[in-house]
C-alpha cells in the first residue's frame, strides 16, 4: 500500500465515526504528524509485520485479570457488607486495682469484660499472665488449671457482661515494678477467626517491710581479715521466718561468722533474735588474691509457704579495694591457689611462695602453714611420718575438738638462711608433701568431718625494725571417696572362629557413701552384645547407638566389689579397626560431701 493510499484509507475511516468530517488538510497534517519519524519520512506500511501472542502469555493475562475482579469484589464486600465482620471495639475488656503494692500484703484485682456489639460471642477464653513475684491466693470463679492462669467464660450474649477478682501477694524488692498481662479470646458468631483482647496493668512495690543494708572494709590487703556486717530489720509484726544468703566473690573465703552459717546461708527466726525486728550477721574471710569481681552480696529471700517458693525481697553488696601488700605470700597445693579435694591415700603437693615486693629490706621472716584435719581417737588422717620437707621445718601437733587435729609446721631464719634478709625484689620458695593415710591403715568410717582446712601466715620486720604479719590464701580440700574403676578382657576364639572378648567392670570404694552412679562406654565394629552378670545396679545395652549403660541408684562403702560383665562378639574383624570398646566414663556423686565425681577407664584395643 502506497503512502497516498495509506492516509486515504484512514482518512475514510476516521469520516465514518466523526459526525462532522473536519476539513482535508487538516486530516492530512494530523496523519502525517502520527507516522512521521525524527527526519520526516512516512514508513512503509507494507514492512509492517503483525505476530499472534504466545497462548501461554493470554491464559497468564486472563489469570491476572481474573485475581485483580475477586480482589475488588473482596475490597467491595468489606466496604459495603461491614455486618460480616468482627467488630473488636464491640468487645470491652479491663483490669483494676492497687497500682501502688506492699510485700507480702494482700492485694485484689478485677479483671471486667463486657460484650457490646449485636452479635453473641462464643469459645471465650480469659487467661492471666502474672508478674513475676505474685503469688496467686484465690479467685471469685474457679480456675480451669492447675496453674489458675485460665479461665473459660465460653458463650458471652450481646449486651452483657461480667467479671473475674483475683487476690493475691506481691513479693520483691523496693521501687520493683510488676506487670500483670491478661488477654481474652473470643470468636463472634458473624465470624469464623478467633479474636484477642489485651489489657495490662504495671504496679510498683513502693512499700517493703523488710531492709538489707551492708557494712565493711573498703579497702583490704590480699591475705588480710577483712570484716563485713549484714543488718536486717523489718517494720512488720510478721514474724515468718526469712532466709540470709552471702554471694562471696571467688577469690574470697568466709573463716568464721556470727551466727553461723550453712552453705553460706542462714535463717533468721524472729522468735529467737535479741531483738524482735532486727538481725545482725558478722563475718570474717580474707581475698586470696586480686583477680575481680571483688564484691560480696547479701541477698533476702521471703518463702511463701504453700508452695515452697523463695522470693528475693532485699540485696546489698559492697565492693572492697584490694590493696597491694608490700610482701607477696601464698600458697598452691596440687597445683591450685583454690579450695581443692583429695582422696584417702593422695599426696598433698604444697608449694609457699613469698616475695618482698618493697623498695627495702624485709628481716627475721618466719613462716607458718597449719592443717586442720579430721582425727580418730586423737589420731589425724595425714600421714605426718610420711612428710617431705628438705628444710625441716618444725612441726607440732594440737588437738583441737574430739573430731579435729591441727598440724603445725614453722620455718625460720635458722631453717632457711634466706629468711634472715630478704632482699627487695627477692623470692624464697619453700615445698613440702604430705601424704593422706590410706584405708588401710585408718579408719575412714569413724571421721566425722569431710574437710581439711589449710592456714599459712608469715611474720617479718620492715626496714624501721617494726614487727609485721602477712596471711597467706585459705584452702580448704573436701575429702572425697576413694571410688576406683578397674576394667578387665579375656580374649578366646569360639567355635565360628570369631572373637569372643570377655569384659568385666569393677568399681571399688570404702569411704563415703555414693549415689546416681554411671558407667559407660560404645563398642564400635560389627559386634554382638551378650549380656552377663551385675552384682549391683542395672545393666543394660542401647544397640542404636550401640552403648553399654551401668546404673547403680546407690552403693555403700566396704571391702566389696561391685562388678558387671558381659561379652562382646567380633563378628567381622576389619583390619583398619583398632578399638573395640571406647574409654569407660564414670559419673558418680559422694553421698555425704555432694561432690561431683567423674573417672576414665581404659578402652580395649584389639590386636
Not at 504466545?54 to 457488607?81: D, H, Q
Not at 532485699?314 to 591457689?337: C, P, V, Y
Not at 598433698?348 to 628481716?363: D, G, Q
Request: proline share 4%; net charge neutral; aromatic share 8%.
Amino acid at each position: 500500500m502506497s503512502d497516498k493510499n495509506t492516509k486515504r484509507f484512514v482518512k475514510k475511516q476516521l469520516e465514518t465515526i466523526i459526525v462532522s468530517p473536519p476539513d482535508e488538510n487538516d486530516i492530512d497534517t494530523c496523519l502525517t504528524n502520527i507516522y512521521q519519524d525524527h527526519e520526516g519520512r512516512i514508513p512503509n506500511m507494507k514492512e509492517i509485520s503483525i505476530k499472534k501472542s504466545s497462548p501461554f502469555v493470554r491464559i497468564l493475562s486472563f489469570v491476572f485479570g481474573l485475581v485483580v475482579v475477586c480482589a475488588l469484589l473482596a475490597w467491595a464486600g468489606f466496604l459495603y457488607f461491614p455486618g460480616q465482620t468482627a467488630n473488636e471495639n464491640g468487645l470491652v475488656f479491663d483490669i483494676r486495682g492497687s497500682r501502688d503494692v506492699a510485700v507480702g500484703v494482700t492485694t485484689t484485682y478485677t479483671l471486667s469484660y463486657a460484650n457490646t456489639s449485636d452479635a453473641h460471642i462464643k469459645n471465650a477464653t480469659l487467661s492471666v499472665h502474672y508478674p513475676e513475684g505474685f503469688v496467686f491466693i484465690t479467685s471469685s470463679v474457679p480456675s480451669n488449671n492447675s496453674g489458675h492462669t485460665e479461665w473459660k467464660i465460653n458463650s458471652l450474649k450481646s449486651s452483657s457482661e461480667g467479671s473475674l477478682i483475683i487476690t493475691g501477694k506481691y513479693y520483691g524488692q523496693y521501687n520493683e515494678q510488676k506487670t500483670w498481662r491478661t488477654f481474652f479470646n473470643y470468636t463472634p458468631d458473624n465470624f469464623n477467626s478467633e479474636l484477642q483482647k489485651i489489657t495490662t496493668l504495671t504496679a510498683v512495690i513502693n512499700d517493703n517491710p523488710y531492709k538489707l543494708e551492708l557494712t565493711g572494709s573498703d579497702g583490704v590487703a590480699v591475705g588480710s581479715d577483712a570484716f563485713y556486717t549484714f543488718s536486717v530489720s523489718k517494720t512488720t509484726d510478721n514474724k515468718q521466718p526469712i532466709q540470709l544468703s552471702i554471694v562471696p566473690p571467688g577469690n574470697f573465703i568466709i573463716t568464721s561468722s556470727t551466727p553461723a552459717l550453712k552453705n553460706n546461708k542462714v535463717t533468721i527466726d524472729w522468735g529467737s533474735t535479741t531483738s524482735p525486728d532486727n538481725f545482725r550477721l558478722i563475718i570474717k574471710g580474707k581475698f586470696k588474691n586480686a583477680d575481680t569481681p571483688n564484691m560480696i552480696k547479701g541477698v533476702l529471700y521471703l518463702p511463701f509457704a504453700d508452695t515452697n517458693q523463695l522470693f528475693t525481697i532485699a540485696t546489698a553488696g559492697i565492693t572492697s579495694q584490694l590493696l597491694k601488700s608490700d610482701l607477696e605470700f601464698g600458697t598452691t597445693i596440687n597445683g591450685t591457689q583454690n579450695d581443692t579435694e583429695a582422696k584417702p591415700g593422695e599426696t598433698l603437693a604444697v608449694t609457699i611462695h613469698l616475695k618482698n615486693s618493697s623498695p627495702e629490706e624485709m628481716k627475721n621472716a618466719a613462716v607458718t602453714i597449719s592443717f586442720d584435719a579430721p582425727s580418730v581417737k586423737r589420731q589425724s588422717l595425714l600421714n605426718w611420718s610420711g612428710l617431705e620437707d628438705k628444710y625441716d621445718g618444725s612441726v607440732v601437733g594440737e588437738q583441737l575438738t574430739d573430731t579435729v587435729r591441727r598440724g603445725q609446721i614453722t620455718w625460720n631464719s635458722k631453717k632457711i638462711s634466706d629468711l634472715a634478709k630478704i632482699k627487695p625484689g627477692s623470692e624464697v620458695l619453700i615445698n613440702v608433701k604430705l601424704p593422706l593415710k590410706t584405708t588401710t591403715g585408718f579408719d575412714y568410717s569413724a571421721i566425722k568431718e569431710t574437710v581439711i582446712k589449710v592456714n599459712s601466715s608469715v611474720d617479718y620486720l620492715d626496714a624501721k625494725g617494726i614487727s609485721k604479719s602477712t596471711a597467706g590464701n585459705p584452702i580448704i580440700i573436701t575429702l572425697e571417696t576413694d571410688l576406683a574403676f578397674i576394667g578387665r578382657d579375656t580374649l578366646t576364639i569360639n567355635g565360628q572362629g570369631k572373637e569372643e572378648h570377655a569384659v568385666s567392670w569393677i568399681l571399688t570404694n570404702t569411704f563415703h557413701p555414693l549415689k546416681n552412679i554411671t558407667a559407660t562406654a560404645v563398642a564400635y565394629g560389627d559386634t554382638t552384645f551378650l549380656s552377663g552378670e551385675t552384682t549391683d545396679g542395672t545393666s543394660g545395652y542401647d544397640p542404636r547407638d550401640k552403648k553399654i549403660i551401668w546404673t547403680i541408684d546407690e552403693l555403700q562403702p566396704g571391702d566389696n566389689q561391685s562388678k558387671n560383665t558381659f561379652t562382646l562378639v567380633l563378628n567381622t574383624k576389619n583390619p583398619t579397626q583398632n578399638t573395640l570398646l571406647s574409654k569407660v566414663t564414670i559419673e558418680a556423686e559422694d553421698a555425704i560431701t555432694g561432690q561431683k565425681i567423674s573417672l576414665i577407664g581404659k578402652e580395649i584395643t584389639l590386636k
